[in-house]
């Protein structure tokens, strides 16, 4: 199958390929949809404008949110979007991809406060909104930081390198 990259410059490129591929898929120039309120769970986001979590790989050494991560989250909210998704944050040391994957601890919890803080001041002061905020907690399982795999960190204690790599092990018939 031949693909195509999705690179139109204007709405009328984008229905001629809908056509010309035989796609039935409803276009709109009126996109005043997307800045109705919708309530979700009994919560008010206040627009259907969403931030997809996406991993920017910029925290610092001890998992909080670094000064990129800041930019970002800031930039995100000033443009207007209703729900803010924050990216994966492990929930533990050992659940951590990659070092520099944001990592939310007791002796970070005021930069992370001060992130939330200040991307719902930024987005109050954009659009006169509060953005929804979401966290993705996570842990990188078998994949995790690889000290703990190998029994230098803390979480790994006591193992060693073959038993707690999962990846080693045969599965049972």
């Known amino acids: ?21 035989k796609l039935e898929l409803p276009v709109s120039e009126d996109l005043s949809l997307l800045k109705a309120p919708v309530t979700v769970g009994g919560k008010k986001i206040p627009n259907r404008l969403g931030i997809q979590p996406m991993e920017g790989c910029d925290a610092l050494a001890d998992g909080s949110p670094g000064e990129l991560t800041f930019r970002r989250y800031l930039r995100f909210a000033r443009g207007g979007s209703g729900l803010i998704w924050f990216e994966a944050t492990a929930a533990s040391e050992a659940g951590r991809g990659k070092p520099t994957q944001l990592y939310l601890h007791e002796g970070n919890v005021d930069s992370f406060a001060k992130l939330v803080d200040q991307t719902r001041q930024a987005g109050l002061e954009a659009s006169g909104e509060v953005p929804y905020l979401v966290l993705q907690l996570t842990h990188a399982g078998r994949y995790g930081d690889a000290r ?26």
């Open 1 to 21: 199958m031949q693909q195509f990259r999705f690179n139109y410059k204007t709405l009328e490129d984008f229905t001629a390929d809908l056509e010309r591929f």
């Open 148 to 173: 703990a795999r190998a029994g230098t960190g803390s979480a790994g204690r006591g193992r060693s390198a073959k038993t707690s790599d999962h990846r080693r092990r045969t599965p049972s018939p």
